[in-house]
């Protein structure tokens, strides 16, 4: 049986550690990480690749694992959001997203940090329309965008270096 | 933040099945045979013949079935349910249906409907007295359309029946709503139903009437299988077939006399969809505001909500206000600009104050903070220099425009709804360890009222924060401090529980298990609303709006940048200051997305043509314009600290401001529909050039004395516009 499952399904690395998805190569990757790894900080908006709720991060590129086929993904480094949350990088946007207001339901947010960190990954000190475009492809109904804008900045302030 | 939140679609449940519904193709017809694909023994089928009582659902009437038994009414009217252990086989099960249907001429067209389900009127004054004596009478009709409310977390529930009871729990606004729709398609006891709300992905209404219908179907499903049922729609569903805002018409005739406005006649229809379920109410909230701001001593108000075969309209921030809001200030702008006065000016001169009638021949008791906002605005802004600078503008490919708007918002339930429906309870709970637990029965959607509800109490007890406990409302635990809605869980119910912890405080003893509870009281200044004549106090008080914006348009492609916006708000006082902020930013973006981009429709079979993010545009953080968001102080003297109701205003005030700047830019004569999008300011710009010189005010009707007749003629403004370029 161990042999079996060394052979068997799609290897990937989830959060920093080896792993094996026994769905069809077809799955979407949304399904696999909710489903399979019972990992529900992904969230699901709408399957069709529009509202970025369900935002990883694979080889620290942003996607939206709604539209990503998990057999595509063989070799590569996912990260969700519940192995994002031990880092250092986390701790420094949960205090700038807390201090302005920036959560309101929640349910874009997951995606949003994450998309936060791969804005402030290329850019570390980003401008108001860098910040705006790299928040574009993540849909929030709630804040308006203004405290979430108002977070990204003061993260990028406070965490100097860490990016 | 970290992801772990559970929302409904994040549980596991042991022998959990899944629900998916069939819904109508066909906008309406009669079921003549329901052809079933072969099924494994493991699909259950649920339709009307499952429910064990009442195949309605109980929201303010009891009209909407359950599963259509004989008759559809619009495309997405629930058939029946697959019930069964694997999502993917239940969706091709569903796809090899087979209904037969027998077609009925389908109405989409509010104005061509016979079936009239709500119809009020009111007014006062000399209406027509005030018309023979006019200077001028203007007339026009406005439009406002769909929308959707757009959550990111899709409508879901999950049922779960025990022997000695039945439970459903997930996304939702109002779970006593829910409780109620159940005991009564159940035919159960009330202590046989429980309803709990799990982390709601935002509501905006959206949350308040279907999740009644959802929870039935599942309950009905999970008392036929005995197994937990969930079902958690996917987004096109949602879109496709669950409540959105009330598309309306509006017709506006109004009498000015000695550049004042002397009487309003106002004709307000609203297309309710295929069932009744929340019309009555929005169409009130609507009709009430329909004069806006503006003292109107002679004023004669009609409305209508009227069913067509489309998918029933409900509950959307602003519930009504945001349709007649926008055709008052748009009126109001339009008949300024004809009188060749500035808008803010004319308005300006004919607000309400302190004291005055309501519309309802209500008073507004408190304070009207309009004069301080629009103040305020004029600092922030530069209003009233833009719009006098940019009317000097060249007609070059690019041009700007500024626009205002003041609204208001009637805060908590309309009428006597609180008194004599809601009855509001809610309860404190000291528990040994001096820990206070809230019991009240409003959900958190977003909108942080768990966070207020807790400093309140806090506060009152001059306790710390972290010593107050406010879970989501079990209906087990909590009793009914009524629904999560009409922008009244803070100002209502907040201040029950100021109360109740004052109470508290005096009996406190360390150590002791107590608890206070606190009953609503009507306040007594409120004249009583006499729903017959539709006449009293329809609101216990008001908050202000000022709303701006500012916008480059480029006339060659027809997309307007909103350089600048800006609103203004008197909630009373802010409880949680960033809390409110953010209630007011989010509002003022789905205005925005109303205002302009929002558009859905249907097609000519009845089907909604956009159900996707990709089709049904909201704004995204690069559509974001400079906002500015600002509080004034005003306190409520019965709210909690000073509070009113906030949550629901920022969204009014936005299309008037919006449309009144589009205007300018345009240059074009007037406007008069939401949304309006690139593609209509390029319809209109490019329209019937031959036209290009008309007057911009012929839609004004002749002078009385020109005319030398004793009335003032009407002329329509129907399409009257001049075309530009
Ligand atoms: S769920 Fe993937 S983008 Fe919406
Ligand atoms: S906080 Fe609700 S969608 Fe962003």
Redesign the pocket.
Known sequence: MQMMNEQTGIPFILNGRPVRSLSAPGTRL?EVLRDEFHLTGT?????????????VLINGRLV????IAVGSIAQQAVLTIEGYRETERFAVLDAAFADMAAVQCGFCTP?MVLATEALLSEHPHPSAEEIRQGLSGNLCRCTGYQALIQAVRTAAQRGAGLW | MRGEALYVDDLLIDGLLYGRLLHSERPHARILAVRLPSLPPTVTVVDWQDVPAQNQIHIVQDDMPIFAKDEVEYVGDVILMLVGPDEQQLEDLLSQVRIDYQDHEPVFDPEQSQQIFFDYHYGHGEVEQAFAEADHIFSETFHTGLQEQAYLEPNGLIAVPTTRKMTVRGSMQCPYYVKTALVKALGKAAEQVQVVQDVTGGGFGGKEDYPSVLACQLAVAALKTGKPVKCVLN?REDMATTSKRHPSRCHYKVAVKDGLVTAMDIDVLMDSGAYTTLSPVVLQRGIIGAPGVYNTANLRVHGQARKTNTVPNGAFRGFGAPQTFFAVEMMMSHIAVALKQEPLAFKARQLVAQGDMTSTEGRYHFNVSLPELIQRAEELSHYREKRQAYARQSEARYRKGIGLSLIYHGCGFTGNSERDFIKAVVKLKKRRDDRVEVLASNADIGQGIKTTFAKIVADQLAIPLDQIIVNNPDTDLVPDSGPTVASRSLMTVGQLLAQAAAKLKQVWEPGKEQEIEEQYQHPEYMIPFDMERFAGDAYPTYSWAVSVVELELDRLTGTADISGAWGIFDVGVPIDYNIVQGQMQGGFLQGLGYSCMEHLAYSPAGVPQQTS?TDYIIPTAADVPNLVTDLINNPFSHGPYGAKGAGEMPMVGVAPAYLEALEQAMNCGRLEHVPFTAEDVLDRLGADPDRQQAEPDTWVSRERKAAGKPAAQVKSAGGGDPACR
């Open positions: 949304l969230k699901c908006g709408c399957k069709e690749g529009e509202c970025g709720a369900c935002s939206t694992s709604c539209l995606g | 987004r993010f």
